[in-house]
């Protein structure tokens, strides 16, 4: 059975940080890029951040280097470190596997999980 399962959201004030952790399971994850998205209320869901098999890296133009993505692949986890965290950020964020990093980028996903909700208070 695939699963993809996030863990790590919280609340938080604006300016803290927060370490976002998505573990894989049930497919071959060295061969996935992993990406994060998110979706705040009553709002679409829209792209953060991808890190592909080859360690490539995509960010959403709107998080101005606050955030960064890892991957462990010994423990097929992906990582999403948020700092200097906003209001704004607040969303119930969700990991995804494609194995292509692009395809991720666009929206286009082939496994997704559950979801992790992030609040930041001002």
């Known amino acids: 059975e695939v699963q993809l399962v996030e863990s790590g959201g919280g609340s938080v004030q604006a300016g803290g940080s927060l370490r976002l952790s998505c573990v894989a399971s049930?497919?071959?994850?060295?061969?996935?890029?992993i990406g994060w998205y998110r979706q705040a209320p009553g709002k679409e869901r829209e792209f953060v951040a991808s890190i592909g098999w080859t360690d490539d890296t995509n960010y959403a133009d709107s998080l101005e280097g606050r955030f960064t993505i890892s991957r462990d692949n010994a423990k097929s986890r992906v990582y999403l470190q948020m700092n200097s965290l906003k209001p704004e950020d607040t969303a119930v964020y969700y990991c995804?596997?494609?194995?292509?990093?692009?395809?991720?980028?666009?929206?286009?996903?082939?496994?997704w999980g559950q979801g992790t909700q992030v609040t930041v208070s001002s």
């Open positions: 995804a596997a494609h194995q292509l990093s692009s395809a991720l980028r666009t929206g286009l996903y082939d496994y």
């Open positions: 049930g497919f071959s994850f060295d061969d996935y890029a």
